[in-house]
């Protein structure tokens, strides 16, 4: 199988489902890229390896890799080796504590998750990735204009002003000026993110500004 390996370009809000988002793989030597449909908790474990952010307790994909290091087993490299009725099929590439390979059936999503983690390198059939693939003219522009469908965007710029406060606690006018700007729907979905991250504090600002609106 003639492989194209992928790098993660984006992640950003799909047009339907609402709680869906759009993963953006590009070729890794290229312009090119295919955007695969994953769910919430996967693109949250993706942009907290991409960002290096920080959880109060592990999220399951770290999971998955404390249980496999405590068992010696490595992730060796990901493969989208299958597509159908727009799903992608990814097979995990593992190596166990006795240096036998075996393979895992898994969503790409889960499974590019896992290969940040354990910074595995990730493929797709070139097949499938030249049926599937499109030019990255358009993700340029969309670049130009700015990342506004990005669910943990609002959350990623509170936690970046935290980092460069020296890890001080944020001060409480700055977290409600910043709550107070978004709309209703930019609320709710870093309220998701608050909570997927387990930051209880954040999410109680949050749900209080949506009381007071209402």
Request: glycine share 4%.
């Amino acid at each position: 199988m003639e492989k194209t390996e992928l790098t993660v370009a984006d992640i950003h809000a799909a047009a339907q489902p609402s709680e869906a988002f759009s993963l953006i793989l590009k070729e890794k030597e290229g312009e090119r890229y295919v955007p695969v449909i994953i769910g919430m908790s996967e693109a949250r474990a993706i942009l907290v390896e991409l960002n290096q952010s920080p959880t109060h307790r592990p999220l399951t994909h770290e999971l998955f890799v404390s249980l496999a290091d405590h068992h010696g087993t490595m992730l060796v490299e990901v493969d989208i080796v299958h597509y159908e009725n727009g799903v992608y099929f990814a097979d995990m590439v593992m190596i166990g504590s006795d240096n036998k390979v075996f393979h895992l059936d898994a969503r790409p999503s889960d499974a590019i998750a896992l290969a940040l983690k354990f910074n595995a390198p990730f493929f797709m059939d070139t097949a499938i990735f030249e049926a599937n693939c499109m030019v990255d003219k358009k993700r340029e522009a969309e670049d130009e204009e700015g990342d506004d469908d990005n669910l943990f965007s609002e959350y990623n710029e509170l936690a970046d002003a935290l980092e460069e406060a020296g890890g001080e606690p944020l001060p409480e006018a700055f977290i409600d000026s910043k709550l107070k700007e978004m709309s209703e729907e930019e609320l709710q979905s870093l309220l998701d993110g608050a909570v997927e991250s387990e930051d209880f504090e954040l999410a109680e600002k949050i749900q209080k500004e949506l009381d007071r609106r209402h």
